[in-house]
């Protein structure tokens, strides 16, 4: 019986340890319009409803303890109840603590996974920017010569978005990378989509699963 004691402080070693889960902690901030509101956490790109978690805006703010022992794709969303326009904020389910802000430009920090995504998209929203900027000087122009000149310099900036998304995809052959491939799949160019394919991006693409009707 001398090594009973050293059993039950093993027992309990495994049972404070052995048992527990990476989290990932979500601290927002909303507008103050939305104060006592509801937030939710929804899965993306198939949701389904008993997967969605919610929490309410107190004080300005909200807070989501999700399970992360698998990395997964959400958004956060306000109830349409809003008086105040947002932007869903698309994240990435993985252990640590994410800081998000949710209005018209919702944007999160604090984890690899959307410190990555929140660059890509900060690259995309300027790309966006310069094409309506030339979008606008277009449409003011009679001159055909400039006006071509423009409609290059734009598909060039179309390009290089194309070229920022494949690489955060290249980075990222993972949950974050193989949503974000199965946006542009149908669009680019059928060499890039071989590359990715060998890089077993595949493996990553979200897939609806079927119901036990359809199996």
Known sequence: MKYRPLLIALALL????CGSKPTMTIRGTAPAECEGLNV????????????VDSTVVRDGKFEFQVDASQVRICDITISSKSPV???RLLVAIEP???EVEIDEYSNGRGT??????AAWKRAMSEAGTRADEM????????????IDSLRRLQAQ???DAELITIDIINRNINPLGGFIYMTIERRIDSTIRASLIERGIEKWKPKRELNPKQK
Request: charged share 30%.
């Open 14 to 17: 495994c049972a404070v340890g």
């Open 40 to 51: 939710y956490l929804v899965p993306q790109p198939f949701p389904k409803a008993e997967e």
């Open 85 to 87: 326009p947002f932007q």
């Open 96 to 98: 640590g603590e994410l």
């Open 112 to 117: 690899p996974l959307n410190d990555d995504l």
């Open 135 to 146: 979008r606008r000087e277009i449409s003011t122009l009679d001159d055909p010569a400039k």
């Open 157 to 159: 900036g179309y390009a």
